[in-house]
């Protein structure tokens, strides 16, 4: 069974870091992509950084980069994402998903691909001001 658990949200002042886990079992780590996605109250789901299964490079949307770095621990089977210089508006639930490819070329640059098929439960990150 495809299983993707998060833990590591919680609450943290402005400024501060947290470290996210998104810990996978029924497949290899490296066999699929892992991306980091967000959604806050009222808002539409957005990315925040994912990884490849080949070489495990990085993708970040321009406004995830500098804050936030993903990473994979193969041994482990889990992909991490550090946040630091967390802000009040970093505030949403945080899951991790799994898919074929990271991103998809627009005819401006490139933007998250669609077909993220399997996802975790998600965890709450609340940045206090």
């Known amino acids: 069974e495809v299983q993707l658990v998060e833990s590591g949200g919680g609450l943290v002042h402005t400024g501060g870091s947290l470290r996210l886990v998104c810990a996978i079992s029924g497949f290899s780590v490296d066999a699929q992509v892992i991306g980091w996605f967000r959604q806050a109250p009222g808002k539409e789901r957005e990315g925040v950084s994912c990884?490849?299964?080949?070489?495990?490079?990085?993708y970040y949307p321009d406004s995830m980069k500098g804050r936030f770095t993903i990473s994979r621990d193969n041994t482990k089977n889990t992909v991490y994402l550090q946040m630091n210089s967390l802000k009040p508006e970093d505030t949403a639930v945080y899951s991790c998903?799994?898919?074929?490819?990271?991103?998809?070329?627009?005819?401006?640059?490139?933007?998250?691909?669609?077909?993220?098929?399997?996802w975790g439960q998600g965890t709450q990150v609340i940045v206090s001001s």
């Open positions: 990884v490849s299964r080949s070489d495990g490079s990085t």
């Open positions: 998903a799994a898919g074929s490819s990271c991103t998809i070329r627009t005819v401006t640059g490139f933007r998250f691909a669609p077909d993220f098929g399997s």
